[in-house]
């Protein structure tokens, strides 16, 4: 799976769990919370999507790397690629 | 026979729209089975049968609003005979809602294409902006008078369309009722304290480390339990109030107040919080989030809790005083968990805490009370592993 696959995947991962937010104006580079309106429930829900879909599970240390759109796809691509 | 009827869902709400029926006519229903959706101001609700028995007839088509209380289904219990159809068909049906006005007397105004009215009358019908084409003389032959134009504009204007509002418009109608009743009607005081949480925070993220995320837990799922067992300490708190007494609640279900994406909150009972282990706990509160924000609460879940918890997560002010949703009787707000300098054995150390406010109503406990609750509270939110 390349990087704009997941990257996509993510991006829809994230407009399911907030469907009002638009996520073509996403900057990649900028924390994800500060841009959508998640709190820690949706924050759960995503990591379970991301386990279910991508096949990561995401251990809860590893949480504050994933803070901005980029980190996210960069994290998941490394963790698959170690597989 | 018990009449199945429209179910209060909210502290103000005083009717509901029946949106579909889960059951039919002649099927069996059991305790606790949904048979029916309905609409209410905050949110769709998938509303349970308190007794056993067979769904005889249905009174309230899909699509009609009612008032609480009315009847919307007849259940024949266990054991009961069938009515006889003379019996059946003599049932109440759901009262339609009354006509605004009773329609006037057709009487034409208008013959071979001439208007029959006053010049006065005229006159008013353009000054009010009344169309005439609608009013009915009751003059002499139908001629137009000034009285059916005045009372045609006082029709027009108690018949205007009502204003289609929007759910997010309602949602925050029914929050502003509910609030607004329980700044009037409940004395409130408030207690707060502040929580050491690093016991907490350090257990749940070893806890966290070992599960995997589909099993992982959240922070309000330890305060919902700690908040559920401290009630046992003090049972008062588990009520509501009928308007006369307390009404003590044999069982413990907290309400926790979740926010709905397009606005405004719901605050659903998770059943029974006292006695779901941690992971029990923390798959309904998924489940009652999902079911919330996509508008699928059960009535019982709408009216069984006693007491709320609100926690404003990581980013939140750091306090919050709230105010009880009647007819419940406390409420505990939780600020965001925040490093604090605090004295331990005399140094100074850093340590994650959170405060804790109790708003709790008068009538049913007092200030002692309270502060005996938020200390079982702290007692037990330094024992995370025996929740």
Redesign the interface.
């Known amino acids: 799976m390349t990087d704009d696959e997941i990257r996509a995947v993510v991006l829809r991962l994230l407009g399911e769990i907030?469907?009002?937010a638009d996520l073509e104006v996403l900057d990649a580079d900028k924390r994800v919370?500060d841009q959508i309106?998640i709190?820690?429930?949706d924050a759960?829900?995503f990591?379970?999507a991301i386990?279910k879909e991508l096949g990561v599970?995401?251990?809860?240390?590893d949480y504050p790397r994933l803070a901005t759109l980029n980190a996210i796809v960069r994290y998941v691509s490394e963790k698959r690629a170690g597989r | 026979m018990a009449e199945f009827l429209m179910p209060i869902l909210g502290a103000d709400m005083t009717a509901g729209t029946l949106v579909a029926w889960r059951k039919q006519p002649g099927d069996r229903v059991e305790r606790g089975d949904i048979i029916a959706e309905v609409e209410s101001d905050k949110a769709d609700v998938e509303v349970e049968i308190f007794v056993t028995g067979v769904l005889d007839r249905i009174l309230v088509e899909p699509g009609t609003k009612v008032p609480v209380g009315t009847p919307l289904a007849i259940i024949r219990e266990e054991g009961g005979a069938a009515p006889p159809a003379a019996t059946a068909a003599a049932l109440p049906a759901a009262a339609p809602a009354p006509p605004r006005r009773p329609a006037p007397a057709a009487r034409p105004a208008a013959e071979g294409g001439r208007l029959r009215i006053s010049p006065s009358a005229r006159q008013l019908a353009q000054q009010l902006g009344v169309d005439l084409s609608g009013v009915t003389g009751s003059g002499p032959d139908g001629r137009i008078m000034r009285r059916d134009i005045e009372e045609a504009a006082a029709s027009t204007a108690g018949a205007l369309p009502p204003v289609e509002l929007d759910r997010q418009t309602r949602m925050r109608q029914a929050i502003a009722a509910a609030m607004a009743r329980s700044a009037r009607e409940i004395p409130h005081f408030h207690l707060t304290t502040t929580i050491d949480m690093s016991r907490a925070m350090a257990w749940l993220s070893a806890e966290n480390a070992r599960r995997p995320v589909t099993e992982r837990l959240l922070y309000g799922a330890v305060l919902l339990k700690a908040m559920a067992l401290a009630l046992r300490d003090v049972p008062e708190l588990n009520a509501t109030w009928s308007g006369e007494r307390v009404v003590p609640n044999p069982a413990i279900h907290v309400g926790v107040a979740i926010s709905l994406r397009q606005g405004g909150l719901v605050a659903p009972a998770i059943h029974d919080t006292d006695r779901q282990s941690l992971t029990e706990l923390m798959e309904k509160f998924r489940d009652v989030a999902q079911r919330a924000r996509a508008g699928s609460l059960r009535s019982s879940e709408m009216s069984d809790p006693t007491i709320t918890m609100t926690s404003l997560g990581e980013t939140g002010a750091e306090s919050v005083f709230g105010l009880i949703y009647p007819p419940q009787v406390a409420l505990v707000g939780f600020g965001r968990v925040a490093e604090r300098a605090v004295s331990i054995g005399g140094q100074i150390v850093s340590h994650p805490v959170v405060t804790a406010t109790l708003s709790a109503d008068h009538r049913v406990a007092d200030g002692h009370r309270g502060s005996v609750y938020l200390a079982a509270l702290e007692r037990l939110l330094q024992e995370p592993s025996q929740l």
Request: proline fraction near 11%.
């Open positions: 907030a469907p009002e919370r309106d709190d820690s429930m759960l829900n990591l379970i386990d599970d995401i251990p809860e240390a």
